[in-house]
């Protein structure tokens, strides 16, 4: 992949944390013969009410179908009809929270919103769901369809969301899969930085300019930038999500396909058979890169296709999304120590702002990270702050941006009913600190050190990533992996430089670093010629 498309890649590649669904069960039986009895999905948000956590303390409520009546008024019914029973009524026209309300004055005991369009989680402004009391939750209009015509009009139905096992061999794929992309990235990058460094003293300024030309050299000038554009993108994206979510997929379609054959071709290199080229236009191409590259674009185009088949898509999501977090580890290098500190830093920021702080500054009350990472506001409109329903026409299965690692959860559990469940990590997790183990290891190489930087610093990545897993599963809510990432990583790094007494060194780097590549095998070409006139006095 091209440096400038590395960086236009990174503006999306951001700080995803860990995301879970807020789905539960909905246990319809019939009242007529209590052997036929089903279960759906339905979807609700934990800040407006809390569901019981298993089917025994859950407590029966007769249903009753309104739809397609809207409820948008409380004049749509008549007064009593809704009084202590469960009420479906169709999304649309109006607010969830104004059809809860309504509800809730003409005393139903839980509404269900049937849905056409997709099952988003509820949201509202947080100032107004305070003093409501009774369950809302989405529904599909499928489902509900379905109870009428398997169970017949004399249903009760209970409400309970199971809640999924605190540890799941789904985090330990996840885990392999981290900590082996950013300690074979980290390798990658110091063994293209001694190729260069061999390339430089052997009179090759060709061959380094070449290299230096395919890499972006990150000043902290470009950190600050890349952390402001990063705000912006995330930010446009939380507006602006339904028309910018395909651009992100063509960008990631095309990225990944490059990175993937970036990867491939260092390994089909190495084969010492099959190397007759093919010339065209004076320019000569080997024929298996060929056939690689229409591989890799294969491989691409089938993910676009098939992007939504949760049965399988992702597994070619995770091998793009790890050739993708390969290429940009190699691509992308940090002149030193400083860079890296400003640029973590600067994101660690970044990621808890938009985890933690934007839910007190969003009438939704949910953050902007998290909104976006699920798909904000699928279908609807935004009018002043309030989530109002556009009414219903079907779409499309529902866009998510392709900036994750997927992995299904491996133990099978209730609420699989309302689809697999997955276990996710962003791609920023993987690449960032990767940034910090690839330089550590280019000074390895530099230095001559055994690469007591890189394997001490690959360590701490995984040591982060573990303490990321345990307070994920102690605290039950999406975590910002960088928090616990970068302290570890940074302070590790650090100290080894401390104890080796090169710290100095190590925060400004080698001068190699940042200078041109070109510039770099003029002074190498220089200083030999140098010793050369000095040997010949």
């Given at each position: 992949m091209g440096a400038a498309g590395a960086l236009r890649a990174a503006l999306w590649g951001l700080l995803f944390p860990l995301i879970s669904a807020q789905e539960g069960i909905l246990h319809a039986f019939s009242n007529d013969n209590p052997l036929l009895k089903k279960d759906y999905c339905i979807v609700y948000n934990p800040s407006w009410t809390s569901l019981p956590s298993s089917l025994s303390s859950a407590t029966p409520t007769r249903l009753m179908?309104?739809?397609?009546?809207?409820?948008?008024?409380?004049?749509?019914?008549?007064?009593?009809?809704?009084?202590?029973?469960?009420?479906?009524?169709?999304?649309?026209?109006?607010?969830?929270?104004?059809k809860a309300w309504i509800a809730q004055k003409l005393g139903a005991k839980m509404l269900l919103i049937a849905s056409e369009t997709g099952l988003d989680t509820p949201s509202g402004d947080r100032t107004m769901y305070k003093n409501l009391s009774i369950p809302v939750v989405l529904i599909s209009y499928e489902d509900v369809l379905d109870i009428n015509k398997d169970l017949g009009n004399n249903v009760n139905v209970t409400l309970y969301s199971p809640p999924l096992p605190e540890f799941d061999f789904s985090m330990v794929v996840i885990f392999l899969i981290a900590v082996l992309t950013v300690a074979v990235g980290g390798f990658w990058s110091g063994m293209e930085e001694l190729e260069e460094l061999k390339a430089a003293r052997s009179a090759e300024p060709r061959e380094v300019s070449r290299k230096g030309s395919e890499?972006?050299?990150?000043?902290?000038?470009?950190?600050?930038?890349?952390?402001?554009?990063?705000?912006?993108?995330?930010?446009?994206?939380?507006?602006?999500?339904?028309?910018?979510?395909?651009?992100i997929i063509a960008i990631f379609c095309l990225a990944s396909a490059t990175s993937l054959f970036s990867c491939l071709a260092v390994l089909i290199r190495k084969i010492p058979f099959g190397q007759c080229r093919l010339t065209c236009c004076n320019t000569s191409f080997e024929v298996r890169l060929i056939f690689l590259a229409g591989f890799c674009i294969a491989v691409s185009a089938v993910w676009v296709v098939f992007r939504n088949e949760d049965s399988w898509a992702w597994?070619?999501?995770?091998?793009?999304?790890?050739?993708?977090?390969?290429?940009?580890?190699?691509?992308?290098?940090?002149?030193?120590?400083?860079?890296?500190?400003?640029?973590?830093g600067l994101l660690l920021v970044y990621d808890v702002f938009f985890v933690f702080i934007t839910p007190y500054l969003t009438k939704t009350g949910e953050s902007i990270m998290v909104e976006v990472a699920t798909g904000p506001f699928r279908n609807s409109e935004k009018n002043y702050g309030n989530l109002v329903e556009a009414s219903a026409e079907r779409s499309a299965p529902r866009e998510k941006l392709p900036v994750v690692m997927r992995v299904p959860r491996l133990q099978l559990c209730t609420p699989m009913i309302c689809g697999v469940p997955f276990s996710l990590l962003g791609f920023g997790d993987i690449i960032l600190p990767g940034l910090l183990v690839a330089y550590c290891h280019r000074f390895d190489v530099q230095t001559s050190s055994s690469s007591v930087y890189y394997i001490s610093c690959s360590v701490a990545y995984a040591v982060g990533m573990l303490l990321t897993f345990v307070v994920l599963s102690l605290m039950k809510m999406a975590q910002p992996a960088l928090l616990y990432l970068v302290p570890c990583i940074l302070v590790t790094s650090a100290l080894v430089a401390w104890k080796r007494k090169e710290m100095k060194k190590f925060w400004d780097g080698n001068s190699y670093q940042v200078m041109d590549a070109g510039d770099f095998a003029a002074t190498e070409e220089n200083s030999t010629l140098s010793s050369e006139q000095c040997g010949g006095e």
């Open positions: 179908i309104l739809a397609p009546k809207l409820l948008c008024s409380s004049s749509d019914v008549p007064r009593d009809i809704m009084k202590g029973k469960a009420v479906v009524v169709m999304r649309g026209n109006c607010t969830f929270l104004e890499s972006i050299i990150f000043s902290p000038v470009k950190v600050v930038v890349f952390v402001v554009l990063s705000c912006i993108m995330l930010v446009l994206l939380y507006y602006f999500y339904k028309w910018l979510v395909y651009v597994i070619l999501q995770d091998l793009l999304g790890i050739a993708f977090c390969l290429n940009f580890i190699k691509t992308l290098k940090m002149p030193n120590f400083k860079s890296c500190v400003i640029l973590l």
